[in-house]
């Protein structure tokens, strides 16, 4: 008895004769192709009329062989890798241009603190300098101040004890 039986838009042919038939005619081979051949075919696509024909014996049925190998199945489906790899190259290279700018501006800004911070710095020491150098001038100043008055003291007493020991001696014994 000769079955087929649909599967999700394709056929198995349960006789095996009948399955030789339409591989050969599909591949167009003779009669004879090989068991290791015949095993070897991708799935047969009939379509519903040609199924009720090859039932009835009307017609031999068209066969189209819709493998993943067949050129023509492919073509989309590369263009349509193709694109997708293109838009993901695309994708990839905007994060990469995004990713750099973000860098980018993260160490612009952090150049521009750093500028900020020497700045900052530079002012704060300068006017530390500043205090100190007025310190030191005011006390230096003072210094001067306090060592030309122990001078001039220092110079009258000194001034005093020759007037005492030697000047007023000798007046006295002018005066005599």
Same mark, same amino acid.
């Given at each position: 008895?000769? !079955?087929? &039986?649909?599967?999700?838009?394709? $056929? #198995?042919?349960?006789?095996?004769? =009948? ?6 005619? @599909? ?5 004879? @192709? #090989? %068991? @290791?051949? =015949? !095993? #070897? ?31 023509? %199945?492919? @073509?989309?489906?590369? !263009?349509?890798? %193709? ?8 994708? =990839? ?8 700018? /973000? $860098?980018?501006?993260? =160490? ?12 900052? /710095? ?6 530390? +300098?500043?205090? *100190? *150098? ?11 101040? +306090? ?5 001039? /003291? ?11 020991? &030697? ?6 014994? $002018?005066?005599?």
């Amino acid at each position: 008895e000769d !079955r087929e &039986v649909m599967l999700n838009g394709s $056929i #198995s042919v349960q006789n095996e004769a =009948l399955r030789q038939q339409l591989v050969s005619d @599909a591949l167009g081979m003779s009669q004879r @192709a #090989s %068991a @290791a051949t =015949l !095993r #070897s075919t991708n799935t047969l696509q009939h379509t519903q009329s040609d199924l009720t024909a090859v039932r009835y014996g009307r017609r031999a049925p068209i066969v189209t062989n819709r493998s993943p190998t067949a050129p023509l %199945a492919h @073509a989309p489906r590369q !263009r349509r890798n %193709a694109e997708d790899r293109e838009r993901a190259r695309a994708e =990839l290279r905007e994060k990469y241009d995004e990713e750099q700018e /973000r $860098i980018k501006r993260g =160490l612009q800004m952090r150049r521009e603190q750093q500028l900020r911070d020497e700045e900052e /710095r530079f002012v704060r020491l300068y006017n530390e +300098l500043m205090m *100190e *150098e007025e310190d030191f001038v005011s006390l230096v100043k003072e210094y001067c101040v +306090l060592d030309d008055e122990n001078r001039r /003291r220092k110079q009258e007493a000194l001034c005093r004890e020759w007037h005492e020991k &030697v000047f007023n001696k000798v007046q006295r014994q $002018i005066g005599k």
